[in-house]
């Protein structure tokens, strides 16, 4: 998989999502397969979620780094 690919799952993701009010989300390629994603996403509750990944979809995906920050 390409890692336009995932990036393009995780923003159709976030778009269907019926819970998910705004977002906030960068994406940064760093090679065909490996990308850099960080964002916020603020809920309807009023809550948010936060969080960044590097990710590799050379061979499935392995997020290599990854933090996710629920307030």
Request: overall charge negative.
């Amino acid at each position: 998989m390409r890692i336009e690919e995932y990036f393009d799952t995780l923003r159709k993701v976030i778009d269907e999502s019926p819970i998910v009010q705004s977002a906030r989300v960068t994406y940064d390629k760093r090679s065909p397969c490996i990308g850099f994603v960080r964002g916020a996403l603020y809920l309807l509750d009023g809550s948010q979620l936060h969080f960044r990944e590097f990710v590799d979809t050379n061979a499935g995906i392995d997020r290599y780094m990854y933090a996710y920050h629920y307030q």
